[in-house]
């Protein structure tokens, strides 16, 4: 604990060192330097305050021992030992709460993702299965108050998704659904099963932070596009109106298509951020492979070959794998409530990190 406390000190002296720089550039009337002076200070704002809270704890947890070594009276012994027990339980929270600040923060959480979604194993059971996990995020943006965007949407003839692109946009959304990406299986008995026999299907999801301009270069040599009118099948008794946009980068053999929008630039526009996007992917999974260190994302979220929950619909029950943990009410959560599994999986991640990370992230102050 004294350790501890002599660590985040250290936070409290930048703050206050971070202050009276920013009074000296007031006073000099630099402007660059105040706005980033006052973005540094905006950050440690809450960190410095829980900081604040554990000092004062800690007071009381001396105080409280010190009347336990030196107190006769039975009453007063009594007092002080609830105020020791107090204290002792809230120096634990705000611990836990002052390392989880302090973790290294993953430069994607900030950004807009693109939400992918394919049927996998399963035919159309797969694609009905597909239809309905994009309801659910879909109604999970709805739910949030935020904004989604269906970019590309095929459909099966029965119905099913052959294939979707959604954008979803608002703050941190990316650090909300990263862990997301993955295979997700679904076992129930389809409406066109005679035989009353369980089926096992699966679904691959994949979420990809929106990516800037300056993040990464692409070639326009290593690009070839195609456009098709929305009424073709892909060139086929096509009209004039050639709206719909597939690019396809020739170094890595990617495919991006999109048709949502009735332009032609816009599509292409809207391509080409996806495209960004899953070369950035690709990037980043190349690093991770060379790193022989813990991953940042400690429950995996990059690996889309991993399974990583069942939707089991004869037992009303959803697990993620990861976690090992099961939730009831399987139509409920296909109507977007998944926050709780979101945040329990936030949660399992921050834990293991605390555990890998802890002293490495302290470090920096």
């Known amino acids: 604990m004294e350790d501890f406390l002599k660590k985040i000190e250290e936070i409290q002296k930048k703050y206050h060192q971070l202050k009276n720089e920013l009074l000296k550039a007031s006073e000099n009337s630099q402007i ?7 973005k540094q200070l905006s950050e440690l704002e809450e960190l410095n305050a829980l900081v604040q809270t554990y000092k004062k704890y800690h007071a009381q947890l001396k105080e409280a021992q010190q009347l336990l070594e ?9 007092l002080a030992k609830s105020q020791y027990e107090e204290a002792q339980k809230n120096l634990q929270e ?11 923060k993953d430069p994607n959480d900030e950004r807009n993702i693109y939400l992918e979604i394919r049927p996998a194993a399963g035919w159309d059971e797969a694609a009905l299965f597909a239809s309905e996990l994009l309801r659910m995020y879909l109604r999970y943006a709805e739910r949030q108050w935020r904004k989604a965007e269906i970019i590309d ?12 692109v959604v954008k979803i946009s608002w703050d941190k959304v990316y650090s909300k659904l990263k862990f997301e990406s993955g295979v997700h299986r679904v076992q129930r008995i389809p409406e066109t099963e005679s035989g009353w026999r369980i089926h096992t299907s699966t679904v691959t999801v994949a979420v990809l932070p929106e990516i800037d301009d300056v993040d990464i270069d692409i070639k326009e040599e290593d690009l070839e596009m195609d456009t098709f009118a929305a009424s073709s099948a892909w060139g086929q008794h096509a009209n004039k109106n050639e709206t719909w946009v597939r690019i396809t980068h020739k170094p890595s053999g990617l495919v991006v298509t999109v048709s949502d929008s009735r332009s032609q630039l816009q599509n292409k526009e809207k391509a080409l951020r996806i495209l960004k996007a899953k070369l ?10 060379e790193l022989k260190e813990a991953r940042l994302n400690q429950i995996g979220s990059w690996d889309r070959s991993e399974k990583i929950r069942t939707y089991n619909f004869p037992q009303d029950r959803v697990t993620d794998h990861r976690i090992k943990k099961s939730w009831s009410n399987l139509p409920d959560i296909l109507d977007g409530n998944i926050d709780d599994i979101i945040q329990s999986l936030i949660i399992e991640n921050q ?14 102050w």
């Open 280 to 289: 950035y992917q690709l990037e980043e999974q190349k690093k991770e492979k």
């Open 94 to 104: 705000l611990e836990k709460k002052i390392k989880i600040h302090l973790l290294p």
């Open 70 to 78: 030196d107190e006769q009276d039975a009453e007063l012994v009594e």
């Open 351 to 364: 834990t293991k990190l605390l555990q890998t990370t802890w002293n490495d992230a302290v470090s920096q």
């Open 32 to 38: 660059e330097k105040i706005i980033s002076l006052n």
């Open 153 to 164: 949407h095929s459909q099966s003839d029965i119905g099913g998704t052959k294939f979707a």
